[in-house]
Antibody, heavy 122, light 109 residues
Framework: QVHLRESGPGLVKPSQTLALTCNVSGDSISSEKYYWNWIRQSPGKGLEWIGYVHSSGNTHYNPSLKSRVTMSADTSKNHFSLRMTSVTAADTAVYFC??????????????WGQGLLVTVSS | EIVLTQSPGTLSLSPGQRATLSCRASQNVGSKYLAWYQQKPGQAPRLLIYGASSRATGIPDRFSGSGSGTDFTLTIIRLEPEDFAVYYCQQYGSTLPWTFGQGTKVEVK
């Protein structure tokens, strides 16, 4: 069974960089079959897809966040990461990682990590 | 960007009743690129339906999905106590970014 778990600081100061990691067990992120995604949920904007990374290094980001986001995959540690620069209070949210398949008709998100609340505040 | 609009925002029903949730897309999503999720407080969303009408593994058959193009429906026949939650639709077609609806809360009347 595949499990994903987010980790990282729960508090980030405004203008600083948010850095999260998603640890994957029960599957290898080296698999070419999957995208590894970040999704966030805030009261103001609901669920928002941030982007994905593939084991090949290929990434795709939501245009609304593209200028501030970088994703990477570390196959040796079987985890993938999110970096978001210049954060503001609007980036306060629960951040989820999730898997989706490469095949176009199967790109739903499943499974998901449990989520990590990140608060942006001084 | 494809905008998904869910209605109603809140559905107040009693256990045993039928729930009908709507998801309308601003552009054609096709018939294979729409998913439904259930979310309970403090939990991650859980996949219920994919491909607009296929139940995910372990999902009871009281949940069903239908629709294509721009109009989709999630139906829950005979609500069970554990079904009271928030439901989201999501499109995963070729038009990125992938997007979610704003959610429908099914609450106990």
């Amino acid at each position: 069974q595949v499990h994903l778990r987010e980790s990282g600081p729960g508090l980030v100061k405004p203008s600083q960089t948010l850095a999260l990691t998603c640890n994957v067990s029960g599957d290898s992120i080296s698999s070419e079959k999957y995208y590894w995604n970040w999704i966030r949920q805030s009261p103001g904007k609901g669920l928002e897809w941030i982007g994905y990374v593939h084991s090949s290094g290929n990434t795709h980001y939501n245009p609304s966040l593209k200028s501030r986001v970088t994703m990477s995959a570390d196959t040796s540690k079987n985890h993938f990461s999110l970096r978001m620069t210049s954060v503001t209070a609007a980036d306060t949210a629960v951040y989820f990682c999730a898997r989706s398949s490469l095949e176009p008709t199967t790109r739903w998100f499943d499974p998901w990590g449990q989520g990590l609340l990140v608060t942006v505040s001084s | 960007e494809i905008v998904l609009t869910q209605s109603p925002g809140t559905l107040s029903l009693s256990p045993g009743q039928r729930a009908t949730l709507s998801c309308r897309a601003s552009q054609n999503v096709g018939s294979k690129y729409l998913a439904w999720y259930q979310q309970k407080p403090g939990q991650a969303p859980r996949l219920l339906i994919y491909g607009a009408s296929s139940r995910a593994t372990g999902i009871p058959d009281r949940f069903s999905g239908s629709g294509s193009g721009t109009d989709f429906t999630l139906t829950i026949i005979r609500l069970e106590p554990e079904d009271f939650a928030v439901y989201y639709c999501q499109q995963y077609g070729s038009t990125l970014p992938w997007t979610f609806g704003q959610g429908t809360k099914v609450e106990v009347k």
